[in-house]
């Protein structure tokens, strides 16, 4: 009884127009990140159990509250944001403050239904592939939607906008608008920034399941559990988001990935029944070093956005780090994925510029060497431009 409400507690329809584990069923976690100011919301998103947080954030503004990144409006979701509504006003505005970010985009018109007074802001240039479709046809209305900055700004009174973008992607364009929450001294970003701890996030605790998966060597392993078990399977979770094929991983022959599964214990779903199509090789574990934070969550630009979205528009990132510069009060970043709330005062914006302007940028070797790979074949096809930024100059 108590599984079957839950289960309606977090149920997700509409998962098929973006098929992403964990599907139909999106647990929720609500935090309180700045007290009465900043709030979010986590789910997971993944495919094959590389599942990473995924954040809806929600600021305090004049007269009520803004949400910043839609995420999908479960019945679990609705409740605590009602809640929250009652504490501090209501939804004044829904924010998709990014052009190409479909895990933002497909959620909005699902959510804008339950606040049907809110106004909606989005990013410029929004697109969709393989067919551009107008907004209206994908459900969000045009007399309740304004784009930012060329329809102004909303809650100006406690809110900076920044744009970091607009870049040519090829099939659309790369533009996200981050948000400085003058109230809490907070950046909001999608997925401009990123801080990965090496510990596993707390949205796991409610199923381990993919950690448990990806710590394994071979698929007729079973999933057993401690917090080391936890720890390693999150570090080869976060390789393989950042970097799609790490360097330290092997595919195996389908003949041994064949005969390792289906065994009786793991012929189920939860265990891909066994399927198990990885092979890590020794030293793994070294290659974490430079994208996990031990002591406290490593900030950086994630290296999927590095290396393929810009790695002929270096200065477009620098240009928007230097627009940062000028937030001399800024002290906390909260950005939509991986760690929800990190320390981020001008000290650490000036070493993360000075690291960026000190190592190379968007290298082909060790671990990046599969993304290199993938943009020279992109920029070969002529699926991505060699100039990004051309289209927008002038
Ligand atoms: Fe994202």
């Given amino acids: 009884m108590i599984l079957k409400a839950l289960k309606k507690q977090i149920k997700w329809p509409w998962w098929p127009l973006l098929p992403l584990y964990p599907y139909g069923q999106r647990k929720t976690i609500f935090k309180e990140l700045i007290p009465n100011k900043v709030w979010c919301f986590d789910q997971l998103q993944g495919t094959y159990y ?27 979701l609705l409740n605590s944001l009602k809640r929250l509504e009652d504490l501090h006003g209501p939804v004044k505005s829904i924010v998709l403050p990014t052009a190409s970010g479909l895990e933002h985009k497909i959620p909005l018109p699902f959510l804008l239904r339950f606040f049907p ?55 659309g364009r790369f533009q996200e608008i981050s948000c400085f929450h003058k109230l809490s001294n907070s950046l909001l970003v999608t997925d401009a920034l990123v801080a990965i701890a090496s510990s596993p996030p707390e949205i796991f605790d409610f199923d381990p399941t993919p950690l448990l998966f990806h710590a394994r060597d071979r698929g007729d392993m079973p999933l057993e559990d401690s917090d080391d078990i936890r720890r390693k399977g999150w570090s080869r979770i976060v390789l393989f988001a950042s970097f799609l094929r790490p360097k330290y991983l ?62 002929r528009a270096k200065i477009a990132f620098s240009d928007w780090l230097n627009e940062l510069k000028k937030i001399k009060t800024m002290k906390w970043l909260i950005s939509s994925h991986y760690s929800s709330l990190v320390v981020f005062s001008q000290k650490d914006l000036n070493i993360l510029i000075r690291d960026i302007k000190s190592r190379k940028w968007a290298i082909d070797s060790e671990n990046w060497g599969f993304l290199g790979w993938l943009d020279k074949k992109l920029l070969k096809l002529r699926v991505v431009p060699k100039d990004p930024l051309r289209k927008f100059r002038d």
Wanted: include cysteine; aromatic fraction near 12%.
């Fill in 50 to 76: 590389v599942a990473i947080p995924i954040r809806l954030i929600v600021a305090k503004v004049n007269g009520g509250l803004m949400l910043f990144n839609p995420l999908p409006p479960t019945e679990e």
């Fill in 117 to 171: 007074d809110a106004k909606i802001w989005i990013c410029p240039g929004q697109w969709s592939f393989p067919l551009n479709l107008p907004l209206e046809w994908i459900g969000i209305p045009k007399n309740r939607t304004n784009i930012l900055f060329a329809d102004g700004l909303p809650h100006k009174e406690c809110c900076d906008w920044i744009t970091l973008g607009p870049l040519d992607i090829g099939p």
């Fill in 250 to 311: 092997d595919i195996p022959s389908l003949s041994y990935v064949l005969k390792n599964a289906f065994k009786r214990d793991l012929f189920k779903p939860k265990a891909h029944f066994g399927l198990y199509p990885f092979d890590w090789k020794d030293g793994w574990e070294t290659s974490t070093k430079e994208i996990l934070g031990e002591k406290k969550p490593k900030i950086q630009i994630a290296p999927v956005i590095e290396r393929l979205v810009f790695p």
